[in-house]
């Protein structure tokens, strides 16, 4: 069954520092998301893109975060200075089309700011 | 998005049905009501999804109120890799353009005893 993928599944990094996490999505999915968990908390919604550009954004999703699908197969989430807070699970996720389709997420990436 | 309401936590035997309720009495007309669920340390997962009738796959059924103000997902035969959390979402395809983010909330916590 296809998988979305993401790498690293853990990463750590100082305040401040820049990260960036990696995601493949399914080949024939048109939509791609990330979300959110914080430890103990819901899933929240980050952001959505669909034909190259961002078609929604949450009030988290501020200037600090950017998103590109640099070559039609990886879609990138850049964090540009992590703070503390930053600290979470981060879920990529992608949906063939809209109506008849459900997400498929991937196993997620482990943030975590020191 | 319409609202949700379901029970914080649940607990069934191994190999017994269990029926997960979600109340959603705000429901438009349009919203499909979809399930998915989160094992431990994992991403969220696709289960099932319904607009009116009711709806049948590998993983489970879902048992949609004549007046689609509530919904039962039902797992026929409970196995210890079913403990998860699990969460009812409605989704209106129709609106918001292409964005159809998903909104979780709590869920309902379903523990499996063997």
């Known amino acids: 069954e296809p998988e979305v993928t993401q790498t690293p599944s853990h990463q750590v990094t100082q305040m401040g520092q820049e990260v960036i996490l990696r995601c493949v999505p399914i080949?024939?999915?048109?939509?791609f998301y990330w979300y959110r968990q914080i430890l103990g908390q819901k899933v929240e919604f980050l952001v959505s893109f669909y034909n190259n550009e961002i078609s929604e954004k949450s009030e988290i999703f501020d200037d600090q975060f950017s998103v590109e699908r640099p070559d039609g197969s990886n879609f990138t989430l850049k964090i540009r200075s992590t703070k503390l807070e930053d600290s979470a699970m981060y879920f990529c996720a992608s949906c063939r089309e809209q109506k008849n389709y459900g997400y498929t997420f991937g196993s997620g990436t482990r943030l975590t700011v020191v | 998005d319409a609202k949700t309401t379901q029970p914080n936590s649940m607990e069934s035997n191994e190999e017994e049905p269990v029926h997960l309720p979600c109340n959603h009495s705000?429901?438009?007309?349009?919203?499909?009501i979809h399930w998915y669920r989160q094992l431990p340390s994992q991403g969220p997962e696709y289960v099932i999804h319904?607009?009116?009738s009711n709806v049948n796959n590998r993983m489970a059924s879902l048992a949609i109120a004549e007046d689609r103000k509530s919904s039962t997902l039902i797992l026929h035969r409970a196995t210890l890799r079913d403990a998860a959390v699990y969460y009812c979402?409605?989704?209106?395809?129709?609106?918001?353009?292409?964005?159809?983010?998903?909104?979780f909330g709590k869920g309902t916590l379903l523990t499996v005893n063997p």
């Open positions: 979402i409605l989704r209106d395809p129709n609106s918001g353009g292409s964005n159809y983010k998903l909104t």
């Open positions: 080949s024939n999915h048109l939509y």
């Open positions: 319904g607009l009116t």
């Open positions: 705000t429901i438009s007309g349009t919203d499909y």
